[in-house]
C-alpha cells in the first residue's frame, strides 16, 4: 500500500470503469431463492459505494438502492456482543474458517455445540443470544445501533423479508434448539431467532453499509462521528474474522482475489475494508455457488487491482 500515490488515485473514475467493467457478468449469478422473499429483486441491478476516511464519498450504479443485507449485519450484532461480553464472547464461539456451508449442522455435534465463527449461522445465532440476553428490546437496540453507524435514520426491517426467513428458517432454528441443548443458548429460542431474522432482514443501500463498516476502518472510532465502538485491539479482531471467515467457504479465494477482509450476505452485498483508509460495498444480487455475489466479488477484485491498494 506504500508505493501507492493516494492523491493521485481518482476514486469516481475507478468505480466508474468497473461498473461498466462487470456489466456483463450480471447475468451469470443466481438469486439466492432459499428464502422465497430474497428472490424478488432485479438481477441486473449493481451498485458501488467507497466511504473514505476524511469522508469522502464516491458512489455508481444502483447504490442507493436498498437491498437485503442478510449476513452483512452479522458484523454488526458482533460489534455489539463483543462490546458487551469483552473476550468472554470466544468461550461461546470459536475464531476458526468452518470449511463447511454457512448454515451446516454436522460441525456442531463433534464440536459440542460451540460453533466454529461468529459470521456461520450457528455462531451468528450464538452472537445474537448474546444480545438478546444483555439488552432491552434488543431488535429496536442493534436497529438504531446500525443506524447511528450509518448516520440515517431510514433504515428499517424489511417485514415481508422477515416473515419470509421466519417460515422458512427451519434450519436455524434447528441450530438453535441443537445450541441449546448444549447449553450454549441462554435465551428463549424464538426470541433469540427473530432478533436474528429481524437484523437479516434489515434493507439499506450500498451507501448506507459503506459508512456504516467505516468504523472497522478506523481502528473501532467512527471517523464522522468520533465515537468509539470498540478498542483498536477488538476492530483488528473483527477485521481478522471477516478475512479468514468473512466470505462462507470461499474466503480463501475472496482473499487471494481481493485481499482485503470482507463479509458477504446472501442478498448479494458484500462489505471490505481497508485499513486507515476506506470502506466500500458493492451489491449485485447474482450469486456464485459460494454464496457470494459473483459480480460483487470482481468488482472488489478489480478495485483493489486498478487502485493497486490492498492489505497485503
Ligand atoms: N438470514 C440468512 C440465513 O440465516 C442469512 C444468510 C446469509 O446471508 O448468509 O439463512
Given at each position: 500500500?506504500?508505493?501507492?500515490?493516494?492523491?493521485?488515485?481518482d476514486?469516481?473514475?475507478?468505480i466508474?470503469?468497473?461498473?461498466?467493467?462487470?456489466?456483463?457478468l450480471?447475468?451469470h449469478?443466481k438469486?439466492?431463492?432459499y428464502?422465497?422473499?430474497?428472490?424478488?429483486?432485479?438481477?441486473n441491478?449493481?451498485?458501488?459505494?467507497?466511504?473514505?476516511?476524511?469522508?469522502?464519498?464516491?458512489t455508481?450504479?444502483?447504490?442507493?438502492?436498498?437491498?437485503?443485507?442478510?449476513?452483512?449485519?452479522?458484523?454488526?450484532?458482533?460489534?455489539k456482543?463483543?462490546?458487551?461480553?469483552?473476550?468472554?464472547?470466544?468461550k461461546?464461539?470459536?475464531?476458526?474458517?468452518?470449511?463447511?456451508?454457512?448454515?451446516?449442522?454436522?460441525?456442531?455435534?463433534?464440536?459440542?455445540g460451540?460453533?466454529?465463527?461468529?459470521?456461520?449461522?450457528?455462531g451468528?445465532?450464538?452472537?445474537?443470544?448474546?444480545?438478546?440476553?444483555?439488552?432491552?428490546?434488543?431488535?429496536?437496540?442493534?436497529?438504531?445501533?446500525?443506524?447511528?453507524?450509518?448516520?440515517?435514520?431510514?433504515?428499517?426491517?424489511?417485514?415481508?423479508m422477515?416473515?419470509?426467513?421466519?417460515?422458512?428458517?427451519?434450519?436455524n432454528?434447528a441450530?438453535?434448539?441443537?445450541?441449546?441443548?448444549?447449553?450454549?443458548?441462554?435465551?428463549?429460542?424464538?426470541?433469540?431467532?427473530d432478533?436474528?431474522f429481524?437484523?437479516?432482514?434489515?434493507?439499506?443501500?450500498?451507501?448506507?453499509?459503506?459508512?456504516?463498516?467505516?468504523?472497522?476502518?478506523?481502528h473501532?472510532?467512527?471517523?464522522?462521528?468520533?465515537?468509539?465502538?470498540?478498542?483498536?485491539?477488538?476492530?483488528?479482531?473483527i477485521n481478522?474474522?471477516?478475512?479468514?471467515?468473512?466470505?462462507y467457504?470461499?474466503?480463501?479465494?475472496?482473499?487471494?482475489?481481493?485481499?482485503?477482509?470482507?463479509?458477504?450476505?446472501?442478498?448479494?452485498?458484500?462489505?471490505?475494508?481497508?485499513?486507515?483508509?476506506?470502506?466500500?460495498c458493492?451489491?449485485?444480487?447474482?450469486?456464485?455457488?459460494?454464496?457470494?455475489?459473483?459480480?460483487?466479488?470482481?468488482?472488489l477484485?478489480?478495485?483493489?487491482?486498478?487502485?493497486?491498494?490492498?492489505?497485503?
Amino acid at each position: 500500500m506504500t508505493d501507492v500515490n493516494l492523491k493521485d488515485t481518482d476514486w469516481q473514475l475507478v468505480i466508474n470503469q468497473i461498473t461498466d467493467e462487470v456489466k456483463p457478468l450480471l447475468q451469470h449469478g443466481k438469486v439466492a431463492d432459499y428464502i422465497p422473499e430474497l428472490a424478488n429483486v432485479d438481477s441486473n441491478s449493481f451498485g458501488i459505494s467507497v466511504s473514505l476516511l476524511d469522508g469522502r464519498e464516491y458512489t455508481c450504479g444502483d447504490a442507493q438502492m436498498k437491498f437485503s443485507v442478510q449476513s452483512i449485519s452479522k458484523v454488526f450484532s458482533l460489534t455489539k456482543a463483543f462490546s458487551i461480553l469483552q473476550d468472554d464472547l470466544w468461550k461461546r464461539v470459536g475464531k476458526e474458517p468452518s470449511g463447511n456451508p454457512f448454515n451446516s449442522l454436522i460441525q456442531l455435534e463433534n464440536e459440542n455445540g460451540k460453533p466454529r465463527n461468529p459470521f456461520i449461522n450457528a455462531g451468528a445465532i450464538v452472537v445474537a443470544d448474546c444480545v438478546v440476553s444483555h439488552t432491552e428490546d434488543s431488535l429496536n437496540t442493534i436497529i438504531n445501533f446500525i443506524r447511528e453507524l450509518a448516520g440515517n435514520k431510514d433504515i428499517k426491517m424489511n417485514h415481508a423479508m422477515f416473515r419470509s426467513e421466519k417460515a422458512f428458517g427451519h434450519r436455524n432454528a434447528a441450530l438453535a434448539h441443537f445450541m441449546k441443548s448444549y447449553g450454549n443458548i441462554e435465551s428463549d429460542v424464538d426470541e433469540v431467532l427473530d432478533f436474528y431474522f429481524g437484523h437479516c432482514s434489515l434493507s439499506m443501500s450500498c451507501e448506507d453499509v459503506s459508512r456504516a463498516f467505516l468504523f472497522l476502518a478506523n481502528h473501532g472510532i467512527h471517523p464522522i462521528s468520533k465515537r468509539r465502538y470498540l478498542t483498536a485491539s477488538q476492530a483488528k479482531r473483527i477485521n481478522s474474522l471477516l478475512l479468514t471467515c468473512g466470505t462462507y467457504d470461499a474466503a480463501g479465494d475472496f482473499a487471494f482475489r481481493v485481499g482485503l477482509p470482507g463479509k458477504s450476505g446472501v442478498g448479494g452485498g458484500i462489505a471490505a475494508i481497508i485499513p486507515g483508509l476506506l470502506s466500500i460495498c458493492v451489491w449485485s444480487p447474482g450469486l456464485d455457488k459460494h454464496g457470494n455475489s459473483l459480480t460483487g466479488v470482481k468488482a472488489l477484485e478489480l478495485f483493489t487491482t486498478k487502485t493497486g491498494i490492498s492489505i497485503f
